[in-house]
C-alpha cells in the first residue's frame, strides 16, 4: 500500500415518486473509508432533471453507472461506495481491500492462469499470440 486501482465501475437504481420527479436534485458519488468516513475518491457529479411520471405509475426508477478512476487505496480495509441525493445518503455499496493472499481460492487461480514459458522465456503458446 497505497494501491492504485485504474478503474471502478459501480451501478445504482434509484426510483422517484411524483413530488420527487416535480424538481431537479442534485446527486454526486464517493467513494470513502467504511471506519473513518474518509473520502478516499469523487466519482459522478450533476443534476437529476425534472421529469413525468406515466399517469399510470406511481414511480419511475433510473439508473447510474457510476465510474471512479485513479483511486489510491491507503490502506487495505473496507470501503464504501455511496451515491448522495441532494446531501442525503440515498445507497451505499460496500467494497473490501485486500491482499490476494486473503483469498485462497483467486490465489490458486492466478497461480494457474500464469503463461508457461520455455528455457528462453516465450510462451509455447503458438504463433498467433
Not at 440515498?90 to 500464469?114: N, R, S, W, Y
Amino acid at each position: 500500500y497505497p494501491y492504485v486501482l485504474p478503474m471502478l465501475v459501480a451501478a445504482s437504481r434509484t426510483v422517484f415518486n411524483r413530488a420527487d420527479a416535480e424538481r431537479e436534485h442534485e446527486f454526486r458519488t464517493v467513494l470513502v473509508a467504511e471506519d473513518t468516513d474518509e473520502v478516499i475518491a469523487e466519482g459522478a457529479n450533476g443534476t437529476i432533471p425534472k421529469f413525468t411520471v406515466p399517469p399510470d405509475a406511481k414511480y419511475l426508477g433510473t439508473g447510474f453507472i457510476l465510474t471512479f478512476t485513479n483511486i489510491i487505496f491507503p490502506r487495505e480495509g473496507r470501503y464504501l461506495v455511496k451515491v448522495l441525493i441532494d446531501d442525503k445518503v440515498m445507497a451505499t455499496a460496500p467494497l473490501k481491500v485486500a491482499p490476494l493472499a486473503h483469498f485462497p481460492g483467486m490465489l490458486k487461480v492466478a497461480q494457474e492462469d500464469k503463461p508457461e514459458s520455455s528455457e528462453n522465456g516465450s510462451n509455447d503458446r503458438g504463433a498467433d499470440q
